[in-house]
């Protein structure tokens, strides 16, 4: 199945860590990406997509102004995946998509927004093994060639543009890549990215041709404030995932915000 509702602590614990034991690592490590929203109908598409239909056409003259104007501190022989990452990181839309290694820093995202706390969440579990099978054979080779499961900037920095990207295969593809550790936000969220080589294809669109490689889990509503206090208690907050003096006033904001709690006495 591939759409469930967790409507307890114990109940999400066990879909979010199901499958986990991996037999040839001797490790319990999920070989899932996690994208945590605070609202179910939030869609997967990505900060480019929402420019509207034009995004195919204006994804590179984003690109090269924000390379033309960017500080010094990026520099020119970076490669387009260093660019796009850095990009990304500051806000410019782009093609990719923040993901996470954690399923705690996703139920952060869940959870976070206080204002959204009447409605359900979600955590999309994507199975990146899975997603690179759909790969074309010389990127799938790249990653046999360095018995990984997710590509670095560098395995790819071979691929010198976005239209070279695209024309790796004529079916669309998505793959995985770990960002630079550009500031401690990107350690601390152990981050990752996702881009497929289609810009106007969103993810949703493109899993739900490959039903296989995911899960989507839906967080109940009257959940959200116990999962909240949990990863408050193991220090998964915004002053952690978001050093620095903005991480910190968010995390005192939400401090203050009066508690709207189920309609139980304890929780279940």
């Given amino acids: 199945m591939n759409s469930i509702r967790a409507t307890t602590w114990n ?6 860590y199901e499958d986990a034991w991996m037999p040839s690592l001797r ?3 999920p070989p899932f990406a996690f994208r945590g929203l605070p609202d179910e109908s939030f ?73 959204r706390y009447h409605s359900d969440g979600v955590i ?33 920095s071979p691929i010198h543009s976005l239209r070279e990207f695209d024309a790796r295969s004529e079916h669309p593809f998505a793959l995985f ?37 995911y899960r989507k889990i839906t967080v109940a509503n009257d959940l959200k404030w116990e999962i909240r206090d949990k990863l408050d208690q193991a220090n998964i907050n915004e002053r952690v995932l978001f050093p620095g003096l903005d991480g910190l006033s968010r995390w005192l904001r939400r401090q203050y915000v009066q508690p709207i709690l189920p309609n139980r006495d304890s929780p279940e």
């Fill in 177 to 213: 890549f770990e960002p630079p550790s550009i500031d401690d936000r990107i350690v601390n969220q152990y981050a990752l990215f996702s881009v497929i080589s289609n810009p106007t294809i969103s993810m949703i669109s493109w899993l739900e041709q490959r039903p296989d490689v």
């Fill in 124 to 156: 999309w579990c994507l199975d990146y093994k899975k997603v690179h099978s759909y790969l074309p054979a010389a990127l799938s080779g790249l990653l046999e060639d360095e018995g990984a499961d997710v590509f670095t900037i560098d395995m790819l």
């Fill in 11 to 16: 109940q999400l614990m066990d879909l979010l």
């Fill in 43 to 115: 869609v997967l598409d990505t900060s480019l997509m929402r420019m509207g239909q034009d995004c195919a056409r204006i994804e590179g003259h984003l690109l090269r102004n924000f390379k033309k104007y960017a500080l010094r501190d990026v520099v020119e022989r970076d490669s387009l995946w260093y660019w796009l990452s850095v990009a990304q990181h500051h806000g410019l839309p782009t093609r990719l998509m923040d993901w996470t290694f954690s399923p705690y820093v996703a139920l952060h995202f869940v959870s976070a927004n206080t204002e």
């Fill in 27 to 29: 490790r319990f490590r």
